[in-house]
T-cell receptor, first 112, second 118 residues
Framework: KQEVTQIPAALSVPEGENLVLNCSFT??????LQWFRQDPGKGLTSLLL???SQREQTSGRLNASLDKSSGRSTLYIAASQPGDSATYLC???????????WGAGTKLIIKP | GAVVSQHPSRVICKSGTSVKIECRSL??????MFWYRQFPKQSLMLMAT?????????EQGVEKDKFLINHASLTLSTLTVTSAHPEDSSFYIC??????????????FGPGTRLTVL
């Protein structure tokens, strides 16, 4: 059974720092992996999607990597800003049927 | 881009009443829609998978008679919380998967509905 874990559960860093959020999964046979952002009381915003055959994806200051063999993905945020404060969720799609297995999220606070 | 809307965004109701939440894909057709609930400071919990024209598939522990799901068209799915009680208070989020996969081959999420049962 696929399980997704995110560490740390919470992170607080000063503005301007680079940071890394971690996601691990127990079964390396995945279809893709996706990182989402959720602001308090809001829905989800998709940040990056990495297909099973890819190693990384980049969007602006965000870079997500995928290492299937070790069951790990990282989300790298460069030059963090207070507006990056949110909960970041990692989700693994095990197969082609669109269902997602979710991590518990990392709550990120960027201090001005 | 693909947009999913939910209505209402927030609802407060008395215990014992039923509440209907709508999920619409605005600019694409979705053969599959998903319903999630999220408790404070917790991740999303999949409640059920809804396929257009067929009965929803409920996850273990989710009461199908309490959470009625209807996916009557390729752009609309509804979740009805019947005889709501305070423990049903939660944040409900829907998502939709485009028919044929779409360019991004992913689910698109609605903004969520905050249900408070008094």
């Amino acid at each position: 059974k696929q399980e997704v874990t995110q560490i740390p559960a919470a992170l607080s860093v000063p503005e301007g720092e680079n940071l890394v959020l971690n996601c691990s999964f127990t079964d390396s046979a995945i279809y893709n992996l996706q990182w989402f952002r959720q602001d308090p009381g809001k829905g989800l915003t998709s940040l990056l999607l990495i297909q099973s055959s890819q190693r990384e994806q980049t969007s602006g200051r965000l870079n997500a990597s995928l290492d299937k063999s070790s069951g790990r993905s990282t989300l790298y945020i460069a030059a963090s800003q207070p507006g990056d404060s949110a909960t970041y969720l990692c989700a693994v799609r095990p197969g082609s049927n669109y269902q997602l297995i979710w991590g518990a999220g990392t709550k990120l606070i960027i201090k001005p | 881009g693909a947009v999913v809307s939910q209505h209402p965004s927030r609802v407060i109701c008395k215990s014992g009443t039923s509440v209907k939440i709508e999920c619409r894909s605005l600019d694409f057709q979705a053969t599959t829609m998903f319903w999630y609930r999220q408790f404070p400071k917790q991740s999303l919990m999949l409640m059920a998978t809804s396929n257009e024209g067929s009965k929803a598939t409920y996850e273990q522990g989710v009461e199908k008679d309490k959470f009625l799901i209807n996916h009557a068209s390729l752009t609309l799915s509804t979740l009805t919380v019947t005889s709501a009680h305070p423990e049903d208070s939660s944040f409900y989020i829907c998502s939709a998967a485009p028919m044929g996969g779409g360019a991004a081959d992913t689910q698109y999420f609605g903004p969520g509905t905050r249900l408070t049962v008094l």
